[in-house]
């Protein structure tokens, strides 16, 4: 990947504008693409030093409870000897036990100093023992300040446990500022307030993170830990749709950390710390992809000016912690992908101000009829499939009057479809499959005027399929499949809905011919008719569905042959024919293609070579499965057609 360009370490006012995008702007979910990927960074900063090459020589946790001064046993006792030279034994032994004192005191705050000396080596024992004693003191003094001013206490973490530990977050990011920070930051004062502490204390809290989630092995270090102003910690990446973002840290201009974003796939490993909740003024939040673990600490609702929370596809885990309910400024919620559990919709009432919410691939549970959408008046984007949220619908959530996406499937929802006599016209994507709902799809289902992709399929239907949808002129994707409808041909209302790109009556109980008709269907690119009833033949209009890409017809009591117009469906990449009654050789199928233009997957009833009798002649080099009546399990899988939506 080609290196970008920095010439500042500060962003200008543009590129601050670049970082207000969001890293998910929805509805496009856009990878990260870094063109920066390595973990130097650019711009001549020093990025690659070894941030390791200090943790050896990290303060043993004995040594952390203080300079202690053991005067009482060292003393002299000899002054009662020779009372003429009293005064030059007691100015030596004064001398003396001055040195001991000094020596005692390097012992008991660390022994070893970090890192090769600045000169190459050539630095005298006297500047390296006063340096490593400078170190020590500055890590006691910042240890002092964390405890006395209550920042760890503030953000519940312990002040012992997590000092003395040399391994924890709170301990590196410590001795970091302590001894290898270039700018060496001053540290502040027990008492009152000032702008250098809240500095330091961001400071620190952003070295903790770091280190909390595996900062050294990042893929790209966003020239953390750098020196500098930690504003600059930063690095310029481009999405896969050419647009630049600048990942990491972003300020104000009183140099106040509100953004903090890493790319996808980053190597972010470990556990979000408690003193996240120290960065009172962020604004946006997003770690994504990574491999975070452990629960959402309870701090985080300090970050009361936060309005995007982007946690997305991670391994996190427990409750969402109940304080989220004081976090009002959200708009933008994404904890999808996780292994979050216990109940979620409670704690997001008080967020009026929420515009998206990605909820998907958890565990959570409950009523869904507590998703009370009357609280979020500006709520556009509301994904909660994935998990295990039973109970019935609410009319309300059909007749919202912003709400463009609504994804539900894959859960325990029971009821029919109660929708309102309400017109909505904003409601462009509703995915409801692979759930319990029953009864029949309502005729109220043309008022939702807007919608482009409705999967109501492997749920348990039954009636009629509404004509009604008919009048869902917008409609693209639509996806029937898996339910228990009365038994009929293919609606003749699909005629008119030109529009189609896709659509799924796979095991609905169709009967009769497939229409001539379909043929006019030019805009889809899937036709899945699987595991119904059809007879007939196989109608030659189909020829003219030049962009068909994927053709189920397997599983009905088609018979005739294929028709010659087939070779004109040059983007054809499967093709299901088998368990029909189907009499052709149809290698036709796969004359005069190459590369791009081959088929991928064919199969058909052609598994019985001997003497020619089988019901399809199929080479292999053409057809990929060849089945035979009569003969063992043959592709019996249930083809999932969109099981997993992506808006």
């Known amino acids: 990947m080609a290196m970008v360009e920095m010439t500042t370490p500060m962003p200008s006012e543009g590129e601050k504008a670049d970082m207000s995008a969001s890293p998910f702007p929805p509805p496009e979910k856009d990878a990260f693409d870094a063109e920066n990927g390595g973990g130097a960074a650019g711009g001549g900063a020093a990025a690659d030093t070894p941030i390791g090459s ?22 002299s006792t000899r002054g009662r000897a020779w009372d003429g030279i009293i005064a030059c034994i007691f100015l030596a032994a004064l001398v003396a036990l001055t040195v001991t004192l000094v020596f005692t005191v390097g012992v008991e705050v660390g022994e070893t100093e970090p890192g090769p000396t600045t000169n190459g080596g050539n630095a005298s024992p006297a500047a390296s023992d006063a340096k490593s004693l400078e170190n020590k003191r500055r890590f006691n003094e910042i240890v002092r300040f964390v405890n006395g001013r209550g920042i760890s206490s503030m953000v519940g973490v312990g002040d012992v446990d997590s000092f003395d530990d040399m391994t924890s977050p709170q301990h590196q990011a410590a001795w970091w500022l302590a001894a290898l920070d270039p700018d060496k930051k001053e540290i502040p004062p027990l008492e009152g307030t000032s702008f250098l502490t809240d500095s330091f204390t961001q400071r620190y809290a952003l070295v903790v993170l770091y280190y909390s989630l595996g900062g050294p092995d990042w893929v790209a270090n966003l020239r953390f830990l750098t020196g500098g102003s930690e504003c600059g910690w930063y690095d310029k990446f481009r999405t896969k749709s050419g647009d630049r973002l600048l990942i990491g840290v972003s300020c104000n201009d009183q140099n106040v950390i509100t953004q903090m974003w890493t790319p996808w796939n980053n190597g972010l490993k470990g556990t979000l710390p408690k003193e996240i909740g120290l960065l009172q003024d962020l604004e946006s939040l997003v770690f994504q992809f990574g491999n975070i673990t452990g629960t959402i600490p309870d701090s985080i609702w300090r970050l009361s000016n936060l309005y995007e929370l982007g946690l997305s596809n991670n391994f996190l885990t427990g409750d969402v912690p109940p304080s989220l309910a004081k ?118 289902i043309s008022r939702l005027e807007g919608l482009k992709y409705l999967d109501l399929s492997h749920n348990k239907f039954d009636g009629e399929i509404p004509y009604s949808i008919e009048f869902l002129e917008e409609l693209e994707y639509l996806f029937l499949g898996f339910n228990g409808f009365a038994s009929g041909p293919i609606p003749d209302f699909l005629r008119d809905m030109t529009t189609l790109k896709e659509l799924s009556l796979k095991r609905t109980n169709r009967t009769g011919v497939i229409p001539h008709w379909i043929g006019e269907l030019k805009e889809m690119y899937l036709l899945d008719l699987d595991d119904n009833s059809l007879t007939g033949t196989i109608p030659d209009s189909m020829g003219n569905m030049t962009g068909l890409f994927i053709a ?51 199969s058909a009833d052609c598994g019985d070579r001997v003497g020619n009798s089988s019901e399809v002649r199929c080479e292999l080099s053409c057809c990929n499965i060849c089945c035979s009546d009569g003969g063992p399990p043959c592709n019996d899988l249930k083809y999932l057609i969109n099981n997993d939506p992506v808006w």
Request: with cysteine; aromatic share 6%; proline share 4%.
């Open 327 to 444: 976090m009002t400024s959200l708009k933008i919620l994404a904890l999808d992908d996780n292994a979050l559990t216990g109940k979620i919709f409670d704690k997001l009432t008080n967020l009026h101000d929420l515009t998206y919410l990605y909820l998907e691939d958890n565990i959570f549970h409950g009523d869904i009829h507590d998703m009370d959408v009357t609280h979020f008046p500006k709520l556009l984007h509301l994904d909660a499939s994935s998990n295990l949220f039973s109970g019935t619908l609410s009319k309300y959530l059909f007749s919202h009057p912003t709400m463009t996406v609504l994804d539900l499937h894959d859960n325990r929802l029971t009821s029919e479809i109660p929708i309102d006599y309400v017109k909505q016209n904003t409601l462009n994507f509703l995915a409801l499959h692979s759930n319990e709902l029953t009864g029949n799809i309502p005729n109220e």
């Open 552 to 602: 189920l017809l397997n599983r009905n009591n088609i018979n005739g042959t294929v028709p010659r117009s087939f070779a004109n469906l040059t983007n054809l990449e499967v093709l299901l024919l088998d368990k029909n009654d189907l009499d052709d050789d149809v290698n036709f199928l796969c004359e005069n293609r190459t590369g791009a233009q081959m088929i991928d997957w064919i």
């Open 54 to 75: 200090g943790e050896a020589s990290l303060p043993h946790p004995e040594e952390l409870r203080g300079m202690r001064s053991d005067e009482g046993g060292r003393k």
